[in-house]
């Protein structure tokens, strides 16, 4: 690349986007936790960028628009006022996407919902996954047909972080929340938000670390090593 304003710009957005792309990175730029001239050689050798200076410059330019905006300070504030809870014997169906396996669940949905139970039904490109109790187990595979059925996990849980309305508009808000159960080496089957809930599936072998990690970032904990649940 050459000095010219075109290239400048190249290398901005070039810094620009390996920041973004890195969220442990973003969140010590945001917090004034970084060196810069590290960071700009790291940016440098994995991304094939050859001005220091620029990348330098981009580099302090993206920290001082972050240090302006403080998501996880928004995100803490959100969580602040959000509760927990937990469902054990939950079961996901999963069954193929075909106009008549959402047909045939109509009455069992009715009944479900009308009985105050937990009832979720996802539709993706290639499957609908259903989302409910154990007890359902037996009538919601009567009523989409084995033939329509991929898969089933029953025995699981279900862990619901219910937050204020404004969670909406929190960014990053459910990000943060799957990458810390990510660094606890949580295996999710289902991640869902649904307005003010956001919901996580989860084996009973992670059930508790689940909501141990979950607690600790709504009440602003350390959160607990892994290695008493496993």
């Known amino acids: 690349m050459d000095k010219?304003?075109?290239?400048?710009?190249?290398?901005?957005?070039?810094?620009?986007?390996?920041?973004?792309?890195h969220p442990s990175i973003r969140d010590c730029i945001s917090k004034d936790l970084i060196n810069f001239s590290s960071l700009s050689r790291l940016i440098m050798k994995e991304m094939g960028v050859t001005h220091e200076e620029a990348v330098l410059a981009a580099s302090r330019r993206y920290a001082a628009k972050l240090a302006r905006s403080d998501c996880e300070g928004d995100i803490m504030r959100v969580f602040e006022e959000s509760r927990l809870e937990l469902k054990t014997r939950i079961c996901i169906v999963v069954a193929k996407n075909e106009w008549i396996v959402l047909k045939n669940l109509e009455e069992i949905v009715r009944k479900i919902l009308s009985d105050k139970s937990t009832m979720q039904v996802l539709q993706g490109t290639n499957a609908i996954t259903v989302i409910s109790e154990d007890k359902f187990l037996p009538?919601?595979?009567?009523?989409?047909?084995?033939?329509?059925?991929?898969?089933?996990?029953?025995?699981i849980a279900e862990?619901?972080?219910k937050s204020p309305a404004r969670i909406?508009?929190?960014?990053?808000?459910?990000?943060?929340?799957?990458s810390m159960l990510?660094?606890?080496?949580?295996?999710?089957?289902?991640?869902?938000?649904?307005?003010?809930?956001?919901?996580?599936?989860?084996?009973?072998?992670?059930?508790?670390?689940?909501?141990?990690?979950?607690?600790?970032?709504?009440?602003?904990?350390?959160?607990?090593?892994?290695?008493?649940h496993r």
């Open 139 to 155: 009538s919601i595979v009567k009523a989409i047909g084995e033939d329509h059925i991929i898969t089933i996990k029953q025995n």
């Open 182 to 228: 990510s660094e606890q080496g949580i295996n999710l089957f289902e991640a869902v938000s649904c307005y003010t809930d956001t919901i996580f599936i989860v084996s009973r072998e992670d059930m508790m670390l689940a909501f141990d990690v979950l607690s600790a970032c709504i009440e602003d904990r350390i959160v607990p090593e892994n290695n008493s």
């Open 168 to 178: 909406e508009e929190t960014r990053g808000a459910f990000s943060y929340l799957v």
């Open 159 to 161: 862990i619901t972080v």
């Open 4 to 21: 010219s304003g075109k290239d400048k710009v190249s290398v901005a957005e070039v810094t620009r986007k390996y920041i973004d792309r």
